[in-house]
């Protein structure tokens, strides 16, 4: 009686082949999916940065020094980050009173005039992605912001 061993039976030629083009692409995706949150990363950095120091600016603008109207251009950051400040004055918001009676306005001594400031902070090439505009109004007393003494 003869015994019949099994035969040993391995990997064809392309079995192998298609396990390596799976693990390819595999590869290929994870490596992709790695450099867009590395770039996800640097952009996030680049405007968290910016946003500190625009928040920085703003809070010295009319405490250290004074409230003019105008615009001006400067860089924070080592030359990293560039901006471009515009301040103008903003018209009285006080509602307008509709009726036959007139109103005489208020005047007083020192009426604060309030003051629109945005601040366009730039970095990189500055695309869409690397810009960000920050809008504030800021309320002074008339002898306060024009850097008269009160």
């Known amino acids: ?3 019949v061993e099994p035969a040993a039976r391995g990997f064809t030629l392309l079995e192998v082949m298609l396990a390596f083009v799976l693990l390819a692409v595999a590869m290929g995706t994870i490596v992709g999916m790695l450099s867009r949150g590395l ?3 640097q952009r ?3 405007a968290s940065e910016a946003t500190l120091y625009a928040q920085s600016f703003l809070d010295q603008l009319g405490v250290l020094e004074p ?4 615009q001006r ?3 924070f950051g080592d030359r990293r980050y560039r901006y471009e400040l515009s301040v103008r004055e903003v ?3 006080a509602p307008r009173v509709a009726s036959d009676v007139p ?3 208020v005047q007083a001594a020192n009426m604060p005039k ?3 400031v945005e601040l366009l902070v730039t970095w990189g090439r500055a695309n869409a992605s690397q810009r960000l505009r920050f809008v504030a109004l800021r309320a002074r007393a008339s002898g306060l912001a024009t850097g008269e003494s009160p």
């Not at 409230?67 to 105008?70: E, F, Q, S, T, V």
């Open 1 to 3: 009686m003869r015994i």
């Open 103 to 105: 109103v005489e306005p």
């Open 73 to 75: 251009q400067g860089e």
């Open 91 to 93: 018209p009285d918001p």
């Open 39 to 41: 770039n996800q990363v």
């Open 67 to 70: 409230l003019r109207p105008g």
């Open 44 to 46: 996030s950095e680049g």
């Open 114 to 116: 309030l003051y629109r």
